[in-house]
């Protein structure tokens, strides 16, 4: 087969180089894999084909490490309310009654609006995912897919479940070109009895995956692990043998510095949501002191039902803004720390070492901004301007595994026209049912 | 002369109505004033123009009341620095070659950025205030506007510096169709002398004209208020009179519960800057605490080079998100509240009696948002999705004192590229100077 080569001239580029974090220059990509990155341009043969990069910031793919697409079905249908109003009386109630085709048409609505806003990787934790998957596999996203099973059931149920989640992730794990990887996931401490976990982490050592679980996201909960098992969920996990595999925990809001030196130990990674954190009022969680720690941060939404959107821009730049505003320290997280946040740290959260970065060597998954508009002006420091002033719709274009997905903002997979009205279909079904 | 009236239908409205905040009707606009607003069609005589506003959501225009416009070319120059440093070594030294060429093409480009994402009114106080009063003139915008005094310094230049401010509040209040209104602004209680300040509260009474100043916006300026005056902020400008003016107070981010009553009681208003005090490490304000006083508290975005943008999309979000997250009250500052401050209470901040809501009587301040986007649906709640998920780039028209301004995303009155060419000169510039 002919290799598909081409170059992009004329850029600028955010590379992996803390002395120089952008260069001026030019990318060449073959097939699905970056092999040059410069500021001279290399020796092209004729007929490859130059791609110009004038007036555009090209930057890795975002990698969005906690989330569950097809929640975006119910983006505003519960707003301002306390917690457990908003589940028990707005969420649950709802969700019991998604089918598949919601939970695809759900989906589709998100990876569309993550595609158009720069997200070329994204973690999912639901059920009905090979409904996911499909979404994946048409829409040529990056994404790291589990059933996210809940435990508060009979035990035949629970087995049943077990059964799901081991079944979806053996049959997707590679699919879609390498671009799905799949990972174990019991839903949270607080939803999953200890011995089920067990069975997860058994799991997850015979097929050789990684896990992912919610912990710590509510004081509440923290509280509920101390009472019913004695410690917080930190060495409730660590007991449980989780962090014998290699483990994602999304939120982590709520730990104890004792807690952050295990996380560290571990080399546990924690997918910091501050917007839906904000917006639940779960509370800031202690970012710098993980960091100093060593503990890999990335970022996620979170669904769109407590976000609400799906945009890493807000995500990376409320990462930069709250823990300077609340510790009192400006030069808390700074941008090229907010950027790694919400690109290489997010590939090495879901344990995938060829994304992340703009380097020869790693997987083409890549973004440009459009850099000549007034709020990218003056032309100071591009990285700072991508994570204080930029939002996702500044993204132009996005390519994946070396293709391009979204072209002067268009998606080139997904029918968007089609999207828009079955999502919409979607929720009315489910208001009416 | 002839009425120019046109109309509005199938859109959706963010109306004044707590109970149904949003109609899907239409509004008739004569001239610079909105004349109808309903559900039902009201009879139109032939040759009226009609406009579909079909997937628009259309809102007051957002109100921007705190800001120096100009030092948008100063974007990105310093970031992640602390504030003494970020002052004394980036900021002023760069300020102070700002020529009145500089503050034109920094507040172009400001006003630029303002008008696409959707803001139609805008606080401004800075130097060089004609050049200032300039844009306002030719973008068609609307401003309060102001020269802000820094008083350290001889009593000669004091003197000057103060004419100056009386000089352009005099000239320019009324201007540009009554477009811009002005403003007496003493810096800031820690820059200016206590007599100095009495001189612009005599400036204010004399001109009849409302008063500005940033106060208690960090911590060390409170204790050093305490220091050499031996009261906090709010005593000392109310025991100087100036609430005995109508006034305005930007950031207000320290403040004692005995302060809050005292702004209360004087009818002062806050500009709230939450993206700023974030970035800053200025801290986060009493917003809850304030507004449940019965403050007027609204929303600015300060200068680019501590926000980095001027999108007021993003300031009602950061308002809507940090409190819930800060205070761990999920219901603090829901969606509503936060458009509020954003519109009609900026409106009341500028002290600006007919603008700020979409009503008959009101001048025709408008945006509308393009709804048909993933991000956007389903259409739960046009409010939520305005407040927790749209961007200042959904903003499809804007429309100002009855014209239009901003269609399909291009300014209609100012020459995009050469500003974002002058603009990145005129830094330039002051690099090489």
């Known amino acids: 087969m002919k290799t598909n080569k081409w170059v992009i001239k004329n850029g600028s580029f955010a590379v992996s180089n803390a002395d120089k974090p952008v260069i001026h220059g030019c990318m060449v990509i073959e097939d699905d894999m970056i092999t040059y990155i410069g500021e001279e341009m290399p020796e092209i043969e004729s007929g490859v084909s130059v791609v110009d990069g004038t007036h555009l910031f090209f930057m890795p793919g975002l990698v969005n490490t906690h989330g569950h697409a097809a929640m975006s079905l119910l983006r505003g249908y519960g707003d301002d309310l306390a917690l457990q109003i908003w589940l028990e009386e707005k969420m649950w109630p709802m969700e019991a009654k998604f089918t598949s085709s919601d939970v695809y048409w ?3 609505l998100s990876v569309l609006e993550m595609l158009k806003g720069g997200t070329t990787t994204f973690l999912d934790m639901y059920d009905h995912m090979d409904q996911v998957a499909k979404v994946v596999e048409e829409s040529g996203m ?7 099973v809940i435990g508060l059931c009979p035990e035949d149920v629970q087995r ?3 059964n799901e989640a081991i079944a979806f992730a053996r049959d997707w794990k590679g699919q879609a070109d390498g671009r799905i990887t799949t990972m174990i996931s019991p839903h949270a401490p ?21 896990m992912h679980t919610h912990m710590s996201e509510t004081k509440a909960e923290v509280e509920q692990n101390v009472r019913d098992y004695g410690v917080r969920p930190v060495a409730h996990l660590e007991k449980l043998g989780m962090f014998s595999r290699p483990s994602l925990v999304a939120h982590a809001v709520h730990l104890t510095d004792e807690e952050i ?7 546990v990674a924690v997918s910091h949501n501050p917007g839906s954190n904000l917006k639940l009022a779960s509370g800031v969680a202690r970012v710098t002191d993980l960091l ?20 890493m821009f807000e995500e990376m730049r409320l990462a930069a803004l709250i823990h300077k505003g609340v ?8 941008a090229a720390e907010a950027l790694k946040m919400g690109t290489v740290y997010g590939a090495q959260s879901l344990f995938l070492r060829n994304v ?7 997987k083409a998954d890549f973004i440009a901004l459009n850099t000549d508009q007034a709020h990218f002006l003056p032309h100071t420091d591009l990285i700072s301007h991508a994570i204080y002033s930029a939002c996702s719709k500044d993204v132009e274009h996005v390519w994946i595994n070396g293709k391009q997905i979204v072209k002067h903002g268009a998606c080139l997979t997904l029918d968007e026209e089609r999207i828009r009205r079955e999502a919409q279909a979607a929720f009315d079904g489910l208001l009416s049912r």
């Open 327 to 334: 510790s009192g320290d400006p030069t808390a997280i700074p």
């Open 160 to 162: 049943h479940k077990l």
């Open 292 to 311: 100093k720690a060593g503990v890999t941060v990335s970022l996620g939404t979170d669904g769109a039902a407590s976000n609400n959107n799906l945009d």
């Open 261 to 267: 030196e295990i996380l560290a130990a571990n080399h």
């Open 142 to 148: 990056r994404a790291s897919l589990m059933r996210g």
């Open 106 to 108: 759900g989906t589709s």
């Open 190 to 210: 607080y939803t999953c009895p200890p011995d089920f976990i067990e069975k997860f982490v058994q799991a997850a050592h015979d097929m050789d995956l990684p």
């Open 356 to 362: 992340g970065t703009l380097a020869p060597g790693m």
